[in-house]
């Protein structure tokens, strides 16, 4: 079992930055792959970035360039840096956690982002 507790989400004006953290604890051993997800009112949850025990990352189109994840393996951390927020960067950001033998994802409770004048 995987706990993932998110933090640092709320209302920025557009163009501003917000940090948001999510720590793991639990059987973080098995933990290969940690991400951010978000899904916005009537819309489907999307990936927004990932990163591998390795360091790899992937990031949506939409937020190449803006948004930055990053892991603090020390404290079972992973980070979404985002800057440039647009309004349509609003929505529930989710963080998750994948283990690969077996496969299985847990997630967060998620944090709520708003990015509004």
């Known amino acids: 079992q995987v706990q993932l507790v998110e933090s640092g989400g709320g209302l920025v004006q557009p163009g501003g930055s917000l940090r948001l953290s999510c720590a793991a604890s639990?059987?973080?051993?098995?933990?290969?792959?940690k991400g951010w997800y978000r899904q916005a009112p009537g819309k489907q949850r999307e990936l927004v970035a990932a990163?591998?025990?390795?360091?790899?990352?992937n990031y949506a189109d939409s937020v190449k360039g803006r948004f930055t994840i990053s892991r603090d393996d020390a404290k079972n951390t992973v980070y979404l840096q985002m800057n440039s927020l647009k309004p349509e960067d609003t929505a529930v950001y989710y963080c998750?956690?994948?283990?690969?033998?077996?496969?299985?994802?847990?997630w967060g409770q998620g944090t709520q982002v708003t990015v509004s004048s």
């Open positions: 639990g059987s973080i051993f098995s933990i290969y792959t």
């Open positions: 998750s956690a994948d283990t690969t033998v077996p496969f299985y994802r847990y």
């Open positions: 990163i591998t025990r390795g360091g790899s990352t």
